[in-house]
């Protein structure tokens, strides 16, 4: 069966600190990768996705970028974070066109 | 752009009652998808609905996908304090190998034992 792992779960990060949060998935080949955060008792705000290793699409413009370096691993990161960057941070994997996204558990980040 | 309108926004029930949220837009997907995010925690997927006019049920949720293939409705019957949440809709008009997905804002459920 498919899992996914991000970490850390928890990260305080001051602010002007660079930033990266790791995700993999396991027991599939070549999934959608997507990165989202989400405010606190907000909605799910896409940041990237991903189709395949190297390729990167951004959704909004922002402090923050993403990589795939290997085909089940996606990085987000950041030069400097804003205190703005605080939130819930998402990782999902998904395998072809309509298929439901699996979430993993999160990172919650907060800058200080 | 494509919109997904989630109502309630949020919920405050007594244990046992039955609860009914609902998705609705003004363009038309190919697939509805409901899930629920406990506290710290990622979503997690509860129905998936491939078809117009599909009913589908998970023990005491049962979610249909409109037969217009512009909303979709979730209900849970006999609440219990662990339906605590949020939950969400998502669609997808599945023309795009991206797999990316259209949110609803969530309807936040609290249960009174």
């Known amino acids: 069966s498919q899992t996914i792992h991000q970490w850390p779960a928890t990260l305080v990060q001051p602010v002007g600190s660079p930033l990266s949060l790791e995700c993999t998935v396991e027991?599939?080949?070549?999934?959608?990768l997507y990165w989202y955060r989400q405010a606190a008792g907000r909605g799910l705000q896409l940041l990237f996705y991903?189709?395949?290793?190297?390729?990167i699409s951004s959704e909004v413009p922002q402090n923050l970028s993403a990589s795939r370096p290997q085909d089940r691993q996606f990085i987000l990161s950041s030069k400097k974070l804003l205190l703005s960057d605080s939130g819930f941070y998402l990782c999902?994997?998904?395998?072809?066109?309509?298929?439901?996204?699996?979430f993993g558990d999160g990172t919650r980040l907060s800058i200080l | 752009g494509q919109q997904l309108n989630q109502s309630p926004q949020s919920m405050f029930i007594q244990e046992g009652e039955d609860v009914s949220m609902n998705c609705t837009s003004s363009?038309?997907?190919?697939?509805w998808l409901w899930y629920k995010q406990d506290p710290g925690e990622g979503p997690v997927l509860l129905i998936a609905?491939?078809?117009?006019?599909e009913l589908t049920s998970n023990g005491r949720l049962t979610a249909q996908f409109g037969i217009t293939r512009k909303d979709s409705f979730l209900n849970i019957s006999a609440s219990i304090p662990s339906d605590v949440g949020i939950y969400f809709c998502?669609?997808?008009?599945?023309?795009?190998?991206?797999?990316?997905?259209?949110f609803g804002q969530g309807t936040t459920l609290q249960v009174k034992p």
């Open positions: 609905l491939y078809k117009a006019g």
């Open positions: 999902a994997w998904s395998m072809g066109v309509g298929g439901p996204q699996h």
């Open positions: 998502a669609a997808s008009p599945g023309s795009s190998n991206t797999g990316k997905l259209i």
């Open positions: 991903s189709v395949g290793i190297g390729q």
């Open positions: 363009s038309i997907f190919n697939t």
């Open positions: 027991g599939t080949s070549n999934p959608n």
